[in-house]
């Protein structure tokens, strides 16, 4: 089955604990992207990766860091996580080949930081 | 500054009857409009799509209607049913760029 796997999907950890949030694809898509889901806010773009060891900054990547090692995995690096980044976030993947915004999101992990 | 507006957060609308959501963008070159749809724990997952060379575009009961003059989208569900209840995001993308979303709308059908 084609799909977006995020671990883990739920998470409560204090301020400054280092936590990684992975997120694998079994499409061989070469697009991922990080997203936060805030009230009012809607989906914003933290960082992106166009493909293996090419990665750039969204909207929001304060406080945040990524890795594209592998075409399949794009892990969310928090290294000293604040309450503000207390949110939901969504991993996604698509392929130029299609077009490159029909991207096909994770299940989401929900984070609070206390 | 809010670039793809959604301005209703809720909507509810009687099974059968037509559901439409609305959706404002303020930059000029985005020439790529979709739709997504997330049902409570789990990821939005992709609608419907609109490219700016069109002004409408029809999947069964779903179509897109794009005025590009207003810079406005909709999206018309007809006949709304009960499944149709989740968190509609209306996103935009210029040239292939990133995708912008809007804040979502919540769509509730009710039987």
């Known amino acids: 089955e084609a799909q977006v796997t995020q671990n883990p999907r739920y998470l409560i950890t204090v301020t400054g604990k280092k936590l990684t949030v992975t997120c694998s694809q079994n499409?061989?898509?070469?697009?991922m992207s990080w997203y936060r889901q805030d009230p009012g806010l809607g989906l914003r773009q933290i960082y992106y990766?166009?493909?293996?060891?090419?990665?750039d900054k969204g909207d929001v990547p304060e406080g945040y860091k990524v890795s594209r090692k592998e075409k399949r995995n794009f892990p969310l690096i928090l290294e000293s996580p604040s309450p503000n980044q207390t949110s939901l976030y969504f991993c996604?993947?698509?392929?130029?080949?299609?077009?490159?915004?029909?991207?096909?999101f994770g299940p989401g992990t929900r984070l609070t930081v206390l | 500054d809010q670039q793809v507006k959604q301005n209703s957060p809720s909507l509810s609308v009687q099974e059968g009857r037509i559901s439409i959501l609305n959706c404002d963008y303020t930059?000029?070159?985005?020439?790529?409009f979709l739709w997504y749809k997330k049902y409570p724990a789990e990821g939005p997952t992709f609608l419907i799509s609109?490219?700016?060379?069109?002004d409408k575009n029809e999947d069964g009961r779903f179509t897109v209607f794009l005025n590009k003059s207003a810079k406005h989208l909709s999206l018309h569900i007809v006949p709304s049913q009960p499944g149709d209840s989740a968190v509609y995001f209306c996103?935009?993308?210029?040239?292939?760029?990133?995708?912008?979303f809007g804040q979502g709308t919540e769509l509730s059908v009710k039987p």
């Open positions: 609109i490219s700016s060379i069109k």
């Open positions: 996103a935009a993308s210029a040239q292939g760029g990133k995708l912008i």
């Open positions: 990766s166009m493909n293996v060891e090419v990665t």
């Open positions: 499409m061989n898509h070469e697009y």
């Open positions: 930059n000029s070159m985005f020439d790529y």
């Open positions: 996604a993947s698509s392929s130029p080949g299609l077009a490159l915004d029909e991207q096909f």
